[in-house]
């Protein structure tokens, strides 16, 4: 088989040398799963490894594909899972998850939007979901433990605990700086995979939706255009896939995941970082450039919860 990509680094302290390129979710109910099987395994044969999941995506339709998708296909990923109820008891939670993958074990349970101070402290509290994520950890539930998070503040925290083996966070062409410029330097010192998704903003940086493909409820104005005799019609601005990949590239995160629930995004998203690959990384100033485009893409489509306020 033709691979497209390779392994590439370890993550983090993990020991799993990874591609670059990791999968998100591809969860959406309208597509049958045998489809969105087939998706998957596309992304596998093109040698993505490191893959994503959770229980609330599509209410547990994300990990019955992954399941599916995985069966014969087992070795050589990285499964990642979370655990979207931070304060409820862990193990049942782990149980639900492992059952409706139809595995034994994942290689990373990881707490999902663990996003505020108070909500780290009570994980890492004494009883709290830490310690109960680790017992899973020795009964051989998962291999790893982390957090996802929107909040670089609580990242830091996580991160120098020495309690988080991956961390997932937001990094693309409208993420907050910290992530970049204090959070990554941090996990390379302390050893923690990253696995940093965002890339497309939730896709508001292609299109014009307030994330996920939901349609806008207000449509902002946008530059007026006009094609020959044609009436002109506003046009909202937008970044291309190859943008938004080349900065996230630049980065260098261990693994930048990125959402490819159709072969058309796949094949955008290879052709991406293959050409980012065989490109210099990009320079300072034209990173300042593809943030302020960034930032007038995704004015005015709703809230960006992958930032603190």
């Known amino acids: 088989m033709n691979r497209l990509f390779h392994p590439r680094r370890e993550l983090g302290r993990t020991g799993f040398k990874a591609a670059i390129l990791g999968i998100g979710d591809v969860a959406d109910r309208s597509v049958p799963l045998a489809e969105c099987v087939a998706t998957v395994r596309r992304a596998i044969d093109a040698g993505l490894n490191v893959i994503d999941t959770a229980p609330g995506y599509e209410d547990g339709y ?21 655990i979207d109820h931070l304060h409820e008891p862990v ?26 101070l ?17 017992r899973c950890v020795q009964a051989g539930k998962a291999r790893f433990r982390g957090i996802s998070s929107h909040n670089p503040g609580v990242l830091h925290a996580a991160v120098t605990s020495g309690r988080c083996d991956v961390v997932l966070f937001a990094v693309g062409p409208y993420s907050d700086r910290r992530y970049v410029e204090e959070i990554l330097p941090l996990t ?29 409820e207000v449509r902002p104005r946008g530059k007026l255009s006009s094609g020959g005799t044609a009436p002109g019609k506003h ?58 485009r960034a930032a007038k893409a995704i004015e005015g489509k709703g809230p960006c919860w992958w930032n603190p306020s």
């Open 62 to 82: 994300s990990e019955q594909i992954v399941g599916e998708a995985l069966q014969g296909r087992r070795d050589g990923m990285f499964v990642i899972d979370k």
């Open 91 to 116: 193990a049942p939670q782990i149980e639900g998850s492992l059952s409706r993958l139809k595995l034994d074990a994942v290689d990373a349970f990881v707490f999902h939007g663990c996003s505020t």
């Open 118 to 134: 108070k909500d780290w402290e009570r994980l890492a509290a004494p009883g709290g979901g830490m310690e109960q994520l680790e």
């Open 188 to 216: 390379r010192q302390q050893g923690v995979g990253t696995v940093c998704f965002k890339t497309f903003g939730a896709g508001k940086l292609l299109g014009d939706t307030s994330g996920y493909s939901r349609p806008l």
């Open 235 to 292: 046009v909202l601005p937008h970044l291309a896939v190859a943008d938004c990949v080349r900065l996230t590239l630049t980065c260098d995160p261990d693994v930048a995941l990125l959402g490819m629930s159709f072969p058309n995004e796949q094949d955008a998203a290879f052709a991406a970082a293959l050409e980012c690959g065989a490109l210099a990384p990009l320079c300072r100033q034209e990173m300042e450039d593809l943030r302020r």
